[in-house]
């Protein structure tokens, strides 16, 4: 994505990536997260410069935006002005 290389140019060439991991193993082997985890990690990442936020949790819920991960960034938008 923020590859520099002259032949592989990333979609955002120069930029730089911050990766705040949030999800941890499982003992069956697969990967799970908290939400004070995921809220944890973008609070981390805005702290530390952050202009966007790429999030892919996958999972059960709600669609309509009223879990509170998705009142959550919807209020990060509004508070920090940092894309999600």
């Known amino acids: 994505m923020a590859s520099n290389d002259a032949t592989f140019r990333g979609v ?3 930029t730089s990536v911050l990766n705040a991991k949030c999800f941890f193993r ?3 082997g697969g990967g799970s997260a908290i939400d004070s985890d995921i809220v944890a990690a ?4 805005i702290t530390n410069g952050a ?3 790429s999030c ?3 999972g ?3 669609s309509d935006a009223s879990d509170p991960l998705s009142v ?3 209020a990060v938008v509004a508070v920090s ?3 999600v």
């Open 26 to 28: 499982t003992t069956t």
């Open 72 to 74: 959550y960034f919807d």
């Open 60 to 62: 059960a819920g709600t």
């Open 42 to 45: 973008a609070d981390w990442a």
């Open 56 to 58: 892919s949790f996958g």
């Open 12 to 14: 955002a060439p120069g």
């Open 81 to 83: 002005g940092v894309s």
């Open 51 to 53: 202009s966007a936020l």
